[in-house]
C-alpha cells in the first residue's frame, strides 16, 4: 500500500487546537522536591510485584528539572495546545490545607513558558495521584475526599486559573474505579467491587464540587470532565449479545456521562448494583445536582472498541497493539464522537487521549521508525475529520503522549511518545510520527 504518511488532503478547521497529552506522575520524577508529598502511586510502585521491572515514577522523564527543553520540543511540534495535569500532592503534601507555593511555582513556569511559545495550556486538576495522606482516610472510598479535592482546586485555580483558559476535573474516573478498585492492578490495589461504585460517585461528586466552587471564582471559566469512552458493539445479533451490550454500555459510559451531563445515574446500572449497595447508599439527596453543575466542554479519550457476547463477556475483533487491551479501530474514534454529540450535545468537545505503544527500537542513525504510529494516529484523525464534517463541534485532540513516559503497572516497557526517550541518558529524540505530526499541524491537515 501507499506510505503511510502519504497525504490524504483532509483539511482540519481553521485554529484546530493540535496537541500532545501528558499526566503529572507519568513524566515529572523529582518526587520529594519543593515539599512534594506522596501519593498513592508512589506508595504503589514501590510496592514489590505490582509494576513490571519494580518500575517507579521517582524520576520518570525528570521533566520537573527538563521542562524548558520539553517546552522546546513542543514549539518545533508546532504545537497549539498541551495538556498536562497537576499532581496534587506538589500543591497540598498531605491533601489539605495551605497550598504549597514551590509546588504553584513549577506549574506557574510551565504555563508561562508555554505562552512565550504560543501554545494554549490545558490542564487537568487530577490524573490519580490521590495523596497518601488522604488515602490513609479512606481516599475515595471516603465522601470527604471530594470536599478535600474542591479545596485543592480552589487554591490551584486561585493561583493559575488567569493563564490556564481549560480546565478539565478529573482524568478517567472509570480507570480509578475498575483498574484501582476491580482489577486492582492500579494503586490504590484494593480488590473490592461494591465499594468500586462508591468509589465511582465520590468521583463523580468532586467533579461537580470543583466545577461549582471554579466557576464560583470565575464564571468565565471553561472547564469540563475527562472521561475514557469505549463504543461497545454487540458481538452477534442475538437478543442476549444486545441486552449485555448495553449494560456493558452503562458501566463503561453512561454511568458518567448521564450523571455529569442529564443528572441521573442509568437505571440498568442502578438496578444492577441494587437499592443497598455501597453505591446506591452512597448517594445523598443533592448529589445529582452537583454532578450535573453545567460543563463548557466535554473532553474524550478514545483508545479501543470493546465487542460483548451475550454471556457478558468480550472479544477480540481487530489486531492489538503493545498494550494487549487496544484493539485497532479508528471507526471507533468517529462513532464515539457522534455518539455523545447526538446523546449529550450541542457541547463543545476535545479528544484529550488517543494513542498507542510501539515497539520503537532505536535505529543505527539514532532515527525511530514508528510506520505503526503514524498509520494509527492518521486513520483516526481521519475519523475525526470525518466526524467534524458530519456536524460534531470537536475544537482540538491531543496525541497520548508527548514523551515517552511511566505506563503504570507497566513501567517504562510500553513507549507511547511522539517523543522517544533514552532513560538511560534522558535524551529526547524525535520520532518519525512526531516528524509526520509536525507537517499535519504546519499545513493543519492529514
Ligand atoms: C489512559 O488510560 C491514561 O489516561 C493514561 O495515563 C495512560 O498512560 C494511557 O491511557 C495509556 O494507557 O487490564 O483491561 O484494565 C487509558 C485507559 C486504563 C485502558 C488501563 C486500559 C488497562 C487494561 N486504560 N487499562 S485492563
Request: aromatic content about 12%; glycine content about 8%; hydrophobic content about 35%.
Amino acid at each position: 500500500g501507499p506510505e503511510p504518511d502519504a497525504r490524504l488532503g483532509l483539511a482540519f478547521p481553521e485554529g484546530f487546537g493540535w496537541g500532545a497529552a501528558t499526566s503529572a506522575y507519568q513524566i515529572e520524577g523529582a518526587t520529594k522536591d519543593d515539599g512534594r508529598g506522596e501519593s498513592v502511586w508512589d506508595t504503589f510502585s514501590h510496592t514489590p510485584g505490582k509494576t513490571r521491572n519494580g518500575d517507579t515514577g521517582d524520576i520518570a522523564v525528570d521533566h520537573y528539572h527538563r521542562y524548558p527543553q520539553d517546552l522546546d520540543l513542543m514549539r518545533d511540534l508546532g504545537l497549539r495546545s498541551y495538556r498536562f495535569s497537576i499532581s496534587w500532592p506538589r500543591i497540598q503534601a498531605d491533601g489539605t490545607g495551605e497550598p504549597n507555593q514551590r509546588g504553584l511555582d513549577f506549574y506557574r513556569r510551565l504555563v508561562d513558558g508555554l505562552h512565550e511559545r504560543g501554545i494554549e495550556p490545558m490542564a487537568t486538576l487530577f490524573h490519580w495521584d490521590t495523596p497518601q495522606a488522604l488515602q490513609d482516610k479512606g481516599g475515595w472510598a471516603s465522601r470527604a475526599t471530594a470536599y478535600r479535592f474542591a479545596d485543592y482546586a480552589e487554591a490551584v485555580y486561585a493561583a493559575l486559573g488567569d493563564a490556564v483558559p481549560v480546565w478539565l476535573t478529573i482524568n478517567e474516573p472509570k480507570t480509578v474505579v475498575q483498574n484501582g478498585y476491580i482489577q486492582a492492578h492500579h494503586a490504590p490495589g484494593i480488590p473490592d467491587e461494591p465499594t468500586a461504585y462508591q468509589v465511582a460517585h465520590h468521583l463523580q461528586l468532586a467533579h461537580g464540587l470543583a466545577v461549582q466552587r471554579l466557576r464560583g471564582m470565575n464564571s468565565n471559566i471553561r472547564i469540563g470532565p475527562a472521561f475514557n469512552l469505549h463504543p461497545c458493539y454487540p458481538a452477534d445479533d442475538s437478543p442476549e449479545a444486545l441486552a449485555a451490550t448495553r449494560l456493558y454500555d452503562g458501566y463503561e459510559n453512561r454511568l458518567y456521562l448521564d450523571s455529569a451531563l442529564r443528572g441521573h445515574y442509568p437505571a440498568d446500572v442502578l438496578a444492577a448494583q441494587g437499592p443497598d449497595s455501597p453505591f446506591a447508599k452512597s448517594i445523598q439527596d443533592g448529589d445529582l445536582e452537583i454532578i450535573n453543575t453545567p460543563v463548557d466542554l466535554l473532553a474524550v479519550q478514545y483508545y479501543t472498541p470493546i465487542y460483548v457476547k451475550g454471556d457478558g463477556s468480550t472479544e477480540q475483533r481487530h489486531a492489538t497493539t503493545k498494550a494487549f487491551w487496544q484493539q485497532i479501530y479508528p471507526e471507533g474514534m468517529y462513532d464515539i464522537l457522534t455518539r455523545v454529540h447526538r446523546d449529550y450535545g450541542p457541547i463543545p468537545l476535545t479528544v484529550t487521549e488517543n494513542g498507542l505503544p510501539c515497539p520503537d527500537v532505536l535505529g543505527p542513525e539514532n532515527d525511530i521508525d514508528d510506520v505503526e504510529r503514524v498509520a494509527f494516529l492518521r486513520d483516526h484523525f481521519a475519523a475525526a475529520h470525518r466526524a467534524i464534517g458530519d456536524g460534531v463541534p470537536l475544537e482540538s485532540y491531543h496525541v497520548w503522549s508527548l514523551l515517552d513516559n511511566f505506563e503504570w503497572d507497566q513501567g517504562y516497557e510500553e513507549r507511547w511518545g511522539l517523543i522517544y526517550v533514552d532513560y538511560a541518558t534522558q535524551q529526547r529524540i524525535l520520532k518519525r510520527s512526531a516528524r509526520w505530526y509536525q507537517r499535519v499541524i504546519a499545513e493543519n491537515a492529514v
